[in-house]
Each structure stands twice: as structure tokens, then as C-alpha cells.
């Protein structure tokens, strides 16, 4: 009994990874200090009160609250990185940062974004190579949040959302590879002492699932373990 208190507790904290793709990026290059040319992305990197072609919408209200704390926390400190690719998971891993988000300005009910492509990094490299080879690119917002199905299938994004970075640099955006995203989506996280981790909650339930003269001995083996994590 107390274990399904527990699941039900930890279920109601979990938030599934989130991204959207945008496709009108451009990218271009300024001509900085001392000559030297750098090369930049700008274009909408979020979208609020808008219905997008993944079913979801963002209320204007609880994009913008999250998007104020990614200016003040990240880019305002110069550490507002994205990645080239599609990340598993919501934490930024350094070794693929591929560019430093600098301005991310409301406009109407959108977030335009500039960020300059790190080139002395092995994935900016490759994103500067793409580039010059006539690569065409965009951006894929990535965050956490739980979602709320409204009764036309739109799925309402909750005030628990979470922007980890504004954009990723991803290749084909007008055809985002399904496998990676029903991965990416399908999984859970929680909040586990100011980290996010990949949930339990599934695996507890697996292991659950056995027949009914052992369960009670599964289910301290689970409460127990469960305690020892907290």
C-alpha cells in the first residue's frame, strides 16, 4: 500500500523531454574585432499560443516566465549552449555544444533567437562545414514539461516546464527522424535533488509484476530501496 502511495507521488512529478523544430532559420556571418568573421543563426526559436504541427501548444504566459529565467540564468552568463543533433536527454553535454545562444527577444507571441556557431569546437567545426558545403539547417527547442490533453487532442503544456536550451542545430528539419523523437519523448524525468533523472517508475512497475505469493516480498526489496535514495 504505501509502495503505490510512492508511485503515485513520483508519477505526478514526472515530465516528459519536449522539442519543437523550427525550419526559417538563417545563418550568416559579421565581421567582429580586428577583422575576424563570425558565423551566426537567427531566426524564431519559440512559439507561444500557436497550436504546432506536434499537436501542443505553449500558453504565452508560462513560455514567457521560463523563457525570463533562461535570459537572466544562462544567457546573460554566456553559457546558453545547444547541441548538433537530437540529445536523449534534457542536461547539455559539453563535448557536442555546437553554438552559444546570445539573444532570445519576444516578439508578438514569439521568442526570436540569435546564437553564434562555436567554431573552435569539434561540432561547431562540423556545423561550419555543413554550411559551406550548402547545407541546409534549423533549430530544435528542447525542454521538460508535463502535458495536458485538452478534449480536441491538443496537448496544453503546464506551468512545470522546463527550457534546457533554446535551440539545437538538427539537419532535414522538415523530416525529424520519428525514432529518436518516440524515444526521446517516450521517456520520463525527475526532479532528484536539483538533478533530472530518467524515472523508475516503470521499472518499479515491471518488477511488480509477478505472481501474487512473491509480491510482497518484491515490494519491500522495492520500498526499501526506494528510501535508501532519499
Avoid at 28 to 39: H, R, T
Avoid at 125 to 152: F, N
Avoid at 166 to 193: C, K, L, T
Avoid at 196 to 208: A, M, N, P, R
Amino acid at each position: 500500500m504505501i509502495i503505490d502511495q510512492i508511485i503515485v507521488v513520483k508519477e505526478s512529478s514526472k515530465m516528459k523531454l519536449i522539442t519543437e523544430v523550427v525550419e526559417d532559420i538563417d545563418f550568416f556571418e559579421l565581421e567582429e574585432a580586428e577583422g575576424k568573421k563570425s558565423l551566426y543563426l537567427e531566426g524564431v526559436f519559440l512559439q507561444s499560443e500557436l497550436k504546432n504541427r506536434n499537436g501542443r501548444v505553449y500558453p504565452q504566459e508560462i513560455l514567457e516566465k521560463e523563457v525570463n529565467r533562461y535570459r537572466k540564468n544562462y544567457i546573460k552568463e554566456n553559457r546558453a549552449f545547444g547541441e548538433l543533433g537530437h540529445p536523449e536527454g534534457p542536461v547539455i553535454n559539453l563535448e557536442r555544444v555546437s553554438h552559444l545562444i546570445t539573444e532570445l527577444k519576444k516578439s508578438g507571441t514569439d521568442w526570436i533567437g540569435k546564437a553564434k556557431i562555436t567554431t573552435h569546437t569539434p561540432y561547431g567545426k562540423i556545423v561550419e562545414g555543413l554550411l559551406k558545403d550548402g547545407s541546409k539547417l534549423g533549430v530544435s527547442s528542447r525542454g521538460m514539461g508535463s502535458l495536458e490533453e485538452q478534449k480536441d487532442g491538443t496537448k496544453l503544456v503546464k506551468d512545470d516546464f522546463y527550457l534546457s536550451t533554446a535551440a539545437d542545430i538538427v539537419a532535414d528539419p522538415s523530416a525529424p527522424n520519428a525514432f529518436v523523437q518516440g524515444v526521446m519523448e517516450g521517456r520520463e524525468w525527475v526532479w532528484d535533488n536539483g538533478i533530472l533523472k530518467e524515472s523508475e517508475v516503470d521499472q518499479i512497475k515491471k518488477e511488480l509484476d509477478v505472481p501474487k505469493h512473491i509480491r510482497e516480498e518484491v515490494m519491500l526489496k522495492e520500498f526499501k530501496q526506494f528510501l535508501s535514495k532519499l
